[in-house]
């Protein structure tokens, strides 16, 4: 059994240290932002702080991943808390697709009806806010080892292209006085949250489901496993990510009637080709030297000409 330690106790400390600071920052600015959306009647700005506090929220999430992650395996838990993140994730994205049609409907509401806004105070406030979410998002890059901290990196570098949108907004209403500006730059806002945010969503769904890899091709690890020496034919396999940074593998795998001794070799082999070539740090390969009953699951490709009704005499192999 093959198995990827937990962050090292440095590496979760100083990631812990940057969602802190994240986590006060865009709390202030949310606040900031919004009072400042309903004192210029920017519809622009009030979609920056709801958005910001999904950021929030994404972050809290976040933070309660990195913490349960940290935490060993254990007799209840085998692989541990890595899917924490995962759902994490999941969670945040699902939640800024919402938001993101949110603004979309109210920004087409504004477009039909528009109302007068004070672009001054709007690119007052976005200018402080790309300052922010800018510095926030340089922190998380460095940390981003995840899909759970990649998707609140999302979050944030999102927010700082948008809030930039923002003061160009802002100045395009200074200078030409018209309002439907603000509708039109939510729009952008919403269509770049939800952009950002679905590619999040399929990745972290395709884990959850137990998909197979994105990167991974069964077709190819199958020929590369057949390819190997001793290899006879190999059938029953699945791959799927036991979190965003750990791939798991399981198969049957025929070879000659050897000894345990003779096998190991083999083994070893197909071990090093999953771990190299395809990441696949834990295995499972079950060794048979004659035909698998087509039950549960188990079901030999038609040309390895397996009798169906042979006994199955298995070696198991836990790597």
């Given amino acids: 059994m093959h198995w990827h330690p937990a962050p090292a106790q440095k590496d979760t400390k100083r990631t812990k240290l940057v969602l802190y600071f994240s986590l006060a920052a865009t709390l202030a600015y949310v606040v900031v932002t919004f009072v400042a959306g309903l004192r210029a009647h ?3 700005l009030i979609s920056e702080a709801g958005h ?13 991943a990195v913490y349960f992650q940290a935490r060993p395996a ?35 509401h504004r477009l039909s009806a528009p109302v007068a806004v004070q672009p001054r105070i709007m690119m007052i406030v976005a200018a402080a806010g790309v300052a922010m979410n800018g510095i926030i998002a340089a922190l998380l890059w460095g940390v981003a080892r995840d899909v759970n901290l990649r998707s609140a990196f999302l979050h944030m570098a999102g927010d700082t292209l948008s809030t930039a949108a923002v003061i160009a907004g802002g100045f395009g209403i200074l200078l030409t006085g018209r309002n439907e500006i603000d509708p039109v730059l939510s729009l ?27 990167d991974c091709s069964i077709p190819r690890i199958r020929s590369e496993m057949e390819a190997i020496d001793g290899v006879l034919n190999v059938h029953d ?24 001794s003779a096998s190991a070799c083999i083994l070893d082999q197909i071990n090093h080709l999953l771990r190299e070539q395809h990441r696949i740090g834990h295995t499972t390969i079950q060794f048979e030297n004659s035909g698998c009953e087509r039950l549960d699951g188990c079901a030999a490709p038609p040309e390895a000409g397996l009798a169906a009704d042979a006994d199955c005499h298995h070696l198991t192999h836990h790597h």
């Fill in 188 to 214: 952008f806002i919403a269509a770049l949250i939800f952009w950002s945010s679905v590619g999040i969503v399929r990745e972290t769904l395709n884990i959850l489901l137990e998909g197979t890899p994105r």
């Fill in 237 to 260: 396999l699945h791959v799927w990510s036991l979190g965003s940074q750990s791939r798991a593998l399981a198969c049957h795998v025929t070879i000659a009637d050897i000894p345990p």
């Fill in 42 to 44: 920017s519809l622009a």
């Fill in 52 to 64: 910001n506090i999904s950021d929030f929220l994404a972050l809290l999430i976040s933070f309660a």
């Fill in 74 to 108: 254990d007799e209840a838990r085998t692989f541990g808390y890595q899917r924490a993140g995962v759902l994490a994730a999941f969670i945040n994205a699902a939640t800024l697709v919402a938001i993101s049609l949110g603004i979309a409907v109210e920004a087409m």
